[in-house]
């Protein structure tokens, strides 16, 4: 399988960004971090890593499709189902069937589709010459509770699963159309993972030397972390536990559809650990115990000032992401996919279906002291019509930032907030 790049400017990957922008400056360089954590500790992780990940592959390699697990909406959502939990947490992505009836997510398919074609001259979407993704309100659903945080008590903690309705997106693909502009990446964030404090102690025992103890459903520092430290498209401000998105169509692999690496913890620790190590000079690069420490060239590889994290086979070799990015098994409307968000994914570059690929991107977040200040400012923006501050700008690429001029209230068949339940309203900001 060919791994796509998401960006021809962004094929270098020895190409580094200085660790001052935007009026941030970032406070360790990697010489800093590697001081903070040991030579020793760092190095023992990176073998551990490489070693379990070696795992990973031949897992993922043997069971294929099978290593993302499918669930009906009612295992998905029973009560102390530990079983089917541990499935979820562990591959960090599910399919979960059946949340709409086939018949009601078609007809919204049809209503979109009229809805766009009502409001064309304002619908704004990127790419901006073949509109596939359009910029509109969608809803949630909660998987939150598959988090903890030891930070809080247990009544805190049940306040924070409760979900906010964070706008995403919807796209409609149209059959033949190639996509190269989401590659194997990974969101929330580039180069704030490490810069900033709070984000860098979510991997606090992945630096330390124990990549074994890494939680990747610890919010204790993660809700307070700032992954849109460098304000740009790609990057949400807001934690999004899980991203998802609902089929408003068929979709089957070859068609346009999401593929992911079903596996968040070891990926997870590799990525954390790349910046740290330089691959051996003789060329093997598969033994992880001939690379060394590299704190000289300061460079964060597949990381960008306005992108998300990239990987690919030449900066995040040991993930072999020929064999184990895998399209997701076929959707069906009302079906949706939920990945956790440091999972790496791409979205297969072409279509080959004769039908359009519609989704809803319903991401899951929850009710964090940041997520609930984000959505407060939101529903002010929501009354005026006025695109939400993670998605003010159009594109969000280099440094041509084009601020939308885009009004929901204005187009036609918006839907009159009046007629949202108290609870929906809630969740969009009213009285947060």
């Known amino acids: 399988m060919q791994i796509v790049n998401p960006q021809k400017r962004m094929l270098d990957l020895r190409v580094g960004y200085s660790l001052l922008y935007l009026g941030y400056v970032i406070l360790y360089s990697l010489v800093g971090y590697i001081t903070e954590y040991g ?14 990940l070696a795992g990973v592959t031949a897992r993922i390699q043997t069971l294929g499709i099978a290593s993302i697990p499918i669930l009906s909406y009612e295992e998905a959502t029973l009560p102390n189902n530990e079983d089917v939990r541990s499935r979820m947490k562990a591959a960090g992505c599910f399919i979960i ?24 001259d304002t619908v704004t979407g990127w790419p901006a010459k073949s509109i596939a993704i359009y910029h509109l309100f969608t809803l949630q659903r909660s998987l939150n509770s598959l988090w903890g945080d030891l930070s809080c008590s247990p009544k805190e903690l049940e306040a924070e699963y409760e979900t906010i309705l964070y706008p995403d997106g919807i796209r409609i693909r149209a059959p033949g159309q190639e996509f190269l502009g989401l590659g194997p990446h990974i969101d929330a964030g580039s180069l704030s993972r490490w ?41 949400s401000s807001v934690l999004r536990a899980f991203q998802g998105w609902t089929a408003l169509t068929p979709c089957k692999p070859g068609e346009g559809g999401l593929m992911v690496v079903p596996d968040i913890k070891t990926v997870t620790a590799y990525m954390i650990l790349r910046p740290f190590f330089k691959a051996p000079e003789d060329g093997d690069w598969r033994d992880p115990e001939k690379w060394e420490i590299d704190g000289e060239n300061g460079w964060f590889p597949g990381t960008y000032r306005w992108g998300s994290q990239l990987l690919s086979p030449a900066s995040h070799p040991h993930l072999f992401l020929e064999d184990t990015l895998l399209s997701v098994p076929e959707m069906q409307p009302g079906n ?82 009046d007629a949202l339940r108290a609870e929906r309203r809630r969740g969009l900001g009213e009285g947060v």
């Open 39 to 52: 030579t020793s500790a760092l190095y023992d992780a990176w073998v551990k890593t490489c070693t379990t």
């Open 97 to 120: 069937g059946g949340v709409i009836p086939t018949e009601g997510a078609a007809q919204e398919f049809e209503e979109l589709q009229a809805f766009i074609a009502d409001n064309k």
């Open 195 to 235: 810069a900033d404090d709070e984000y860098r102690r979510t991997y606090g025992s992945i630096l330390s030397g124990k990549p074994e103890d890494y939680d990747p459903y610890d919010m204790t520092h993660r809700k307070s972390a700032n992954p849109g430290m460098c304000p740009s498209g790609p990057h």
């Open 336 to 417: 949706t996919v939920w990945w956790h968000a440091d999972m790496c994914h791409a979205v297969e570059p072409t279509h080959n279906g004769r039908l359009p690929a519609s989704v809803c991107y319903i991401p899951s977040s929850p009710s964090t002291p940041s997520n609930l200040s984000y959505i407060r400012k939101h529903w002010k923006d929501l009354v005026a019509g006025n695109p939400p501050d993670d998605y003010k700008y159009l594109d969000g690429t280099g440094s041509e930032l084009v601020l939308s001029k885009q009004n929901e209230r204005k187009m036609k068949g918006a839907f009159p907030l």
